[in-house]
């Protein structure tokens, strides 16, 4: 898997959009994006994932930039409940065998009132 | 909608004994796997498992074992507990081949 850089931390107004960067500048072209988030101490909860086009769901957005090196989540209304730890991950969509998750240097984010 | 079920939520052992965590998936997804979070640690990855088979293997101690049964529920047992054996274990469910794995409550273990 490749790996991804995010910042260790940010903070972000309640009811303004955050905005997550994620650096995979050696993510090959078989590797999607996903993004996990960790609201404190729950089991992970998945996000959303893209390989080259943007998506939207109901939780966010993702922007991958056109030589996919990088990538930004956007959740467009932060509420309270979205102060989590953030992970973005590259890897390959498989069959079951190699589908685990590597978590590491994820993004705390804080929504302030 | 269903979701992962983990049993214990909380267990407390002392040092050398074992333990057994349990996990039951949504239904009709045929893959599970085990993470182990450590305080202040981001989850790793330990086992999963497909249609009752070993999937993939990460960093699981050799006193630790898992299976999957018929039923898709998963058991992690571990034994000869040790301090550092102290973490939240979370065990994740998903389709074969899916985008999403959803993740349990976790079941916290504390080793004294």
């Known amino acids: 898997d490749a790996k991804t850089t995010q910042p260790t931390s940010m903070d972000c107004a309640e009811g303004r959009a955050a905005n997550l960067p994620c650096n995979h500048s050696t993510i090959s072209g078989n590797e999607y994006v996903y993004w996990y988030r960790q609201i404190h101490s729950q089991g992970p909860q998945y996000i959303i994932h893209?390989?080259?086009n943007n998506e939207t769901n109901e939780m966010a957005s993702l922007i991958i930039t056109e030589d996919r090196k990088s990538s930004t989540l956007i959740l467009p209304h932060a509420t309270l409940r979205d102060t989590a730890v953030y992970y973005c991950?590259?890897?390959?969509?498989?069959?079951?065998?190699?589908?685990?998750?590597?978590f590491g240097g994820g993004t705390r984010v804080l929504v302030k009132p | 909608a269903a979701g992962v079920i983990q049993s214990p939520r909380h267990l407390i052992k002392e040092k050398r004994e074992t333990a057994t965590l349990k996990c039951y998936p949504i239904p009709r997804h045929d893959t599970v796997y085990w993470y182990q979070q450590g305080p202040g640690q981001d989850p790793q990855f330990l086992i999963s498992?497909?249609?009752?088979?070993?999937?993939d293997k990460g960093s699981i101690p050799d006193r630790f074992s898992a299976q999957q049964f018929s039923d898709y529920h998963s058991e992690l047992n571990m034994s000869s507990l040790e301090l550092g054996d102290s973490a939240l274990y979370f065990c994740a469910s998903s389709l074969e081949g899916g985008n999403e794995q959803f993740f349990g409550p976790g079941t916290r273990l504390t080793v004294l």
């Open positions: 893209g390989l080259k």
């Open positions: 498992f497909y249609e009752k088979m070993q999937s």
């Open positions: 991950i590259a890897r390959r969509r498989l069959k079951a065998a190699g589908n685990k998750l590597t």
